[in-house]
């Protein structure tokens, strides 16, 4: 809603004017006083539905798949198949369909988040049952924060293209402290298709304005769609930065916006009546996406052991992933390094017969684990190998969506 305030004094310049304003000014003020309230009153809803919605789910199991094709043809890759998310409290679990069938270096997911560590397993080629490691850290876990997407979608979990201020922060924290005074009653235009919107009525709320994090970095500004018509929860936000004095996207752009493009009843156990979430999602970028809810359960109960990993023998573990204090040991002793040298042996094997080009183990072009990463199998490097190859493609990938996103903003 947006208010015009008039200016009084210059209104009174004129005698014919004067006249009315002062007949008129007392209802003029009544209205804007009027507009301020309902700006008021309709910011303290979107701050408690968001809140209430977010606190009452302790527990949530969903199951969606994310085309990475549906905007066309895309260089980014993610996981196939059905990709599972489950949070019980603080713990999360991110892993894809145990019955897919995987091919060409496909990842198969699974990390877990205890509420302090992060556990990811990376698999063998040549077995995608046999685990390869597992590696632990303090560090949140990239694959949740990315592939998540109802968390994105519902503001429990903000990114942006690249690391910046917005990580992991929640909508409904943020609220507090937001201005309703920005409010505005404006439709969320919605891309579900190449070239083909949806308008939703809706309320715009610019909420943060995010300082850069660099000397002379650029401004962004965190703006969500709330839907009234869905418990004034989240339809559409936005982070883009303050365009530049020629109005050009600036070369550091973090730009990332997510939507939903519809809501389906969920019941829920604790309640005994049903709630809103979303079954359609688009992630723009880097690389668009749409996603698709198959099956979702909230506040069912969660068992603890579905956050724990399942190691095979000869597993590398890793502790303190990354830091000083780095420690490397094989699940089960002794005997279990051995048995990962056997594991790396047949990983070996199977790669030469995949590959036209047989590979040595001292080749600089690794076998590749059913994590997608290349390995090295030589003695010595096969252990760390994979643990700073995930690392660089990782920053590859950044690097890829900051370059893309400027492109696509020309």
């Known amino acids: 809603m947006k208010v015009v305030y008039l200016s009084k004094p210059m209104l009174l310049a004129t005698p014919i004017w004067g006249s009315l304003v002062a007949l008129f000014y007392p209802f003029l003020f009544a ?9 008021q ?29 549906h905007f066309g043809p895309s260089r980014f890759e993610m996981p196939k198949g059905v990709i599972t998310w489950i949070r019980a409290g603080r713990k999360e679990l991110l892993r894809t369909d145990p019955h897919y069938e995987y091919r060409n270096g496909d990842a198969k997911v699974w990390t877990a988040w205890n509420g302090k560590e992060r556990v990811r397993l990376a698999y ?36 942006a293209s690249l690391l910046g201020a917005l990580n992991g922060q929640s909508v409904s924290a943020l609220l507090e402290t937001a201005d309703p005074t920005t409010i505005s009653k404006e439709p969320a235009r919605i891309l579900i298709g190449p070239d083909e919107y949806m308008e ?51 070369a550091d752009s973090q730009a990332y916006a997510v939507a939903i493009g519809d809501y389906i009843d969920v019941p829920d156990r604790l309640t005994g009546s049903t709630r809103r979430f979303p079954k359609t999602m688009y992630v723009y970028g880097p690389g668009d ?30 502790r303190n992933e990354g830091t000083r204090d780095e420690v490397r040991s094989n699940f089960g002793g002794p005997d ?75």
């Not at 209205?31 to 700006?39: E, K, N, R």
């Not at 030589?378 to 990938?397: C, D, F, K, Q, T």
């Open 289 to 318: 996406q749409k996603c698709v809810v198959e099956s979702v359960s909230v506040n069912e109960p969660v068992p603890d052991s579905v956050f724990e990993p399942t190691l095979t023998p000869g597993a590398e573990i890793i």
């Open 336 to 410: 279990g390094e051995k048995v990962h040298q056997e594991h790396l042996t047949r990983e070996l094997a199977f790669n030469n017969q995949q590959n036209p080009q047989p590979l040595s183990p001292f080749d600089p072009v690794n076998p590749i684990p059913a994590s997608g990463i290349a390995v090295d199998a030589s003695p010595g490097n096969e252990r760390s190998a994979l643990w700073r190859s995930i690392i660089l493609v990782a920053s590859i990938m950044s690097l890829v969506g900051a370059m893309w996103f400027r492109f696509r903003s020309k």
């Open 124 to 159: 063998f080629n040549y077995d995608r049952d046999v685990v390869y490691g597992a590696a632990c850290s303090d560090v949140f876990p990239d694959e949740i924060s990315q592939c998540a997407i109802p968390a994105l979608a519902l503001g429990w979990r903000l990114r």
């Open 31 to 39: 209205t804007v006083q009027s507009s301020a309230d309902d700006l």
């Open 200 to 250: 939703v009525p809706a309320y715009k709320w610019p909420i943060k304005r995010v300082l850069p994090e660099v000397p002379n970095g650029s401004v962004h500004t965190l703006t969500v769609w709330f839907d009234p018509e869905n418990g004034w929860l989240p339809r559409m936000w936005t982070y883009y930065p303050d365009l530049t004095s020629s109005g050009q996207t600036p």
């Open 41 to 69: 009153a309709v910011g303290a809803a979107i701050r408690a539905a968001n809140y209430d919605y977010h606190a009452s789910v302790n527990t949530l199991h969903v199951e969606f798949t994310i085309d990475i094709a």
